[in-house]
């Protein structure tokens, strides 16, 4: 969950920083930054408050550009399958940034805020060489603009929609994965109906030297209490969410993390525009002739946690694979996670083992999300 800086390293701040410190943040490096892992709640509580509530989180950490141009949309379906060009206008869509080996190089998002203007996020572990990539492949056919001096805040819960309402009406009329630009107490804020637990809620960019006083006033509402990374990461295991570096890496296709979801049809083999992105030919092989393992969920049949890097065996104490996240889910009430095992044993309902400190625990594979999504579709 949390890196190590190097002594060379220097830790890097959000817009946020002096009003976690003020809420009592624990504050951790993740990904560069100084980010608070919980606060004085605790992330058991923060879990189930923004499953019952609303939590507001920093995310201001990850990486925002805006590409424009009328080749914009072309231009990027170069680096990532996913069908960009017939993107509606105020439509975001879930994408994948592969190689050329078809490993994926970072998830993010892409979403259609003008006809010649694209919305993307990033992982924050991977900005500066997603940036980097966007620039080098698309800067001769786009504008690639890293907006730098804006922060993002995450409002997620069954109460969020109410809470943010309070600021702009308009924002309860989104649908999930829709986008648009509101004023939120006369600050212009890009704000989607998205986020990371699985529950109701947004992601709202807002200028960074507006992002303290919005914190403010969105904690300001009896619903929304500030929630960590701790929780963070909880709340998107339960949701069956990838955690970048983790559940997928450069060293794992899309097929092989159970994405193919996230292959638009009209890219995939047969599609109007098949292929045409880095490592197309390998996962088009990979669709037609499948994979020698599978990203999976797993419950435990056992009270112990089962943590990352766990080897997972079949019943015979072959190791068929391993542990790429694990945690106690507080609002499924047991330990669960994700994996990799081989192809044949990546069927739900299948029993397997993972070595804890060299003790077989009892799992069962099994389909996320965990607990039920939230997501309001309209």
Known sequence: MTT??????????TPLYRLHLELGGKMVPFAGYEMPVYYPL?????????????????VSHMGQVRLSGADAS???ETLAPIDIIDLPTGMQRYALFTAEDGGILDDLMVARLAHDELFVVVNAACKEQDIAHMKLNLASRCQVQELTDHALLA???????????????????????QISRFDLDGVRCVIS????????????SVPSADAEALARRLL?????????????????????????SHDIDTDTTPIEGSLLWAISRVRRPGGARAGGYPGDAIIARQIAEGVERKRIGFIVKEKMPVREGSAI?????????????GT????????????????????????LFALVRGKRVAIEISLPPFVPQHYHRG
Request: aromatic share 6%; glycine share 14%.
């Open 4 to 13: 190590t800086p190097t002594p060379a390293q220097t830790l890097r701040r």
């Open 42 to 58: 605790g992330i058991l509580k923060e879990h189930i408050h923004t499953r019952a509530k609303a939590g507001l989180f920093d």
């Open 74 to 76: 072309a231009a990027l």
């Open 155 to 177: 409002l997620q819960g069954p109460a969020a929609a109410a809470v943010l309402a309070r600021l702009h009406p308009g924002v309860a009329d989104l649908k999930f994965m």
């Open 193 to 204: 109906r998205s986020g990371y637990t699985g529950e109701d809620g947004y992601e709202i």
């Open 220 to 244: 300001t509402e009896p619903e929304v209490e500030a929630i960590g990374l701790g929780a963070r990461d909880s709340l998107r295991l339960e949701a069956g969410l990838c955690l970048y």
């Open 313 to 325: 065996t079949d019943l015979e104490g072959n190791v068929i694979g391993k542990v790429t996240s």
């Open 328 to 351: 106690f889910g507080p609002s499924y009430g047991g330990p669960l996670g994700l994996g990799y095992v081989t192809t044949a044993h990546a069927v739900p309902g299948t029993a």
